[in-house]
């Protein structure tokens, strides 16, 4: 809950520095719920120990609640204290923490997480971000944090302050929202769901199938049955306004806008995703250009083709589920 003198639905929207930074902890003890940056996208954080936080991260932000949300340690110590490490994850922790990998862990028995959390799982998902602001914000907070994306579920995510300020502008159970600039690499952690003997890749991100391959071999593919993450539903990701993908210049249709990548696209374009054609500068502009994109006065938003390769993966599988088609009901409404 805000505190007794901030209404519900005045959102606070910050500079950082280390008295906001003390003000959004104390806030997030109190119940609330704070939007921070870190190096992959803006979290919407509340206190993972607390059951009435987390159900209000689950509302805020239109999420379907057998949803499990992802938790936000200071460190691995601090993550050992509510999930069990085998010896896959302790290496995995050694090599990407902090960083951009979340793993799926049993939970501990004695875990002090809310079971809202882990939505009824015996799972936990965790990792241990690398942005300061984020580190410091777990610091002053002393307990994990569990962050969704700061954005309305199914939507572009956020990747700067301004993002996040658009879904929530009346505040929207939001308490305050900490400008710590925009993140670096832009694009989601990489979640491997380790709770069972075979490691499973469940969602391509900010860190190479490959990379976490070299180190405890091959991943698998997910499986239809079990649990889905709303990054895994068909329709996800999306701009307000359709959007094609794999589209040449010939195939533009005219009031497209057209989002390119690489030397060659044609200079005319709307906008270009890396004119070097490096995957990980394009996978940081990803969802900003995604977010200026999508206007009312624009048609659509056609996307050339993206090598699928490396830190293309994780771009491509975004830009899939932008284009899937999407439910009759708002995402708010959605099961
Ligand atoms: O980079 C990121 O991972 C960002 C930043 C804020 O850390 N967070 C993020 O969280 O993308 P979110 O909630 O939008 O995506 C987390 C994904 C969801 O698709 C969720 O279903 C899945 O993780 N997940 C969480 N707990 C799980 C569990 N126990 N088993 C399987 N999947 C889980
Ligand atoms: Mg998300």
Redesign the pocket.
Known sequence: MPSDQTPKNELRFLDVSVETIIESARVIKAGGLVA?P????????GDATNDAAVAAIFET?G?PTF??????TLDAGQAALIAEFDARAQQLATQFWPG?L?M??K?RADSPLSLL???G?D???V?V?DHPV?SRLLFEAGVPLA?????KSGTI?PTAALHVATHFRDGDGLDILLDGGSCT?G?????V?L?TDDAVL??P??IAREAIEAVIGPLADPTDD????????KSHYAPSIPLRINVTPEERLKGEAYLTFGPDAPKRAALNLSIKGDLKEAAANLFAMLYALDQPGIRGIAVMKIPAEGLGLAINDRLERAAAPRDETPPKDRP
Do not use: Q, W
């Open positions: 921070f870190t190096e992959t996208v803006y979290g919407l954080g932000k999420r949803n499990p949300l992802i938790v936000h951009p979340t799926v862990l939970r959390v882990s939505a799982l799972t936990v998902a990792r971000p984020a962050a969704p994306s700061a954005n995510s690499m694009i989601e952690s990489t979640i769901d709770s469940l969602r991100g900010a079990g649990i889905k993450a709303p990054g895994m539903l």
